[in-house]
């Protein structure tokens, strides 16, 4: 089945650790992105990549990073500088034409304790 | 002013009636919208995109646009309980150069009474 895969569902941070956030997508679409989501708020854009190789700070990059290796995966690590990463994280991704949908993965819940 | 922004709610309906939930944007150059459908404590799932002046229907869903007054909006006919959900409005907005950007509302949450 064609999708985006965001991997764990679940999970738990400590103080001072980093975490990744994995995201693969079948869909040949060139652009991907991360987003994170408050209780109650909007969508906030982390970052977000239109091809290989290269990537752009969205509205909320800091204590955050990303690669784009591949066309299919484009992971968020969380990093320690990030001081309140307890969020909903939603991955996305969509074609390379102006205007076109974006797909959302199942998304993730990064909880600090 | 907020670049995509939307009443917060609750927009409470009985079931049956009509959903009404509105959307304005700041960019004159935006070209195109789309309304997402969230379930609590799931992601997004698009329901309608529009793109030009007018009225689009699906279904039971309408999407209504008006670019000079840079407003959107979505209806839902019949509504039923199982459309209870946070609607979000995303707007695809120039982001300088020949690049876009796609910014979402906060949100409005609808409650559909049976």
């Known amino acids: 089945d064609g999708g985006i895969t965001q991997s764990p569902k679940y999970l738990f941070r400590k103080e001072g650790q980093n975490v990744t956030l994995s995201c693969e997508q079948n869909l040949n679409h060139d652009a991907m992105y991360w987003y994170r989501q408050d209780p109650g708020q909007g969508l906030r854009l982390i970052y977000y990549s239109q091809i290989v190789n290269d990537f752009q700070k969205g509205d909320i990059a800091e204590g955050y990073s990303v690669s784009r290796e591949k066309k299919e995966s484009f992971p968020l690590t969380v990093t320690s500088a990030q001081k309140n990463p307890t969020a909903f994280y939603l991955c996305?991704?969509?074609?390379?034409?102006?205007?076109?949908?974006?797909?959302f993965g199942e998304g993730s819940w990064l909880t600090v304790v | 002013q907020k670049e995509v922004e939307q009443n917060s709610g609750p927009l409470s309906v009985p079931e049956g009636a009509i959903a009404s939930l509105n959307c304005t944007y700041s960019d004159r150059g935006s070209q195109s919208f789309f309304w997402y459908r969230q379930y609590s404590g799931k992601s997004p799932e698009l329901i309608m995109s529009i793109y030009s002046n007018g009225d689009k229907e699906d279904g039971r869903f309408t999407a209504q646009l008006n670019k000079a007054s840079q407003y959107v909006s979505l209806l839902i006919r019949d509504s039923q309980p199982s459309d209870s959900a946070t609607y979000l409005c995303a707007v695809n907005m120039p982001y300088g150069g020949a690049t876009n950007k796609l910014i979402f509302g906060t949100g409005t949450l609808l409650a559909v009474q049976p």
């Open positions: 996305a991704s969509r074609t390379g034409a102006l205007g076109n949908t974006i797909y």
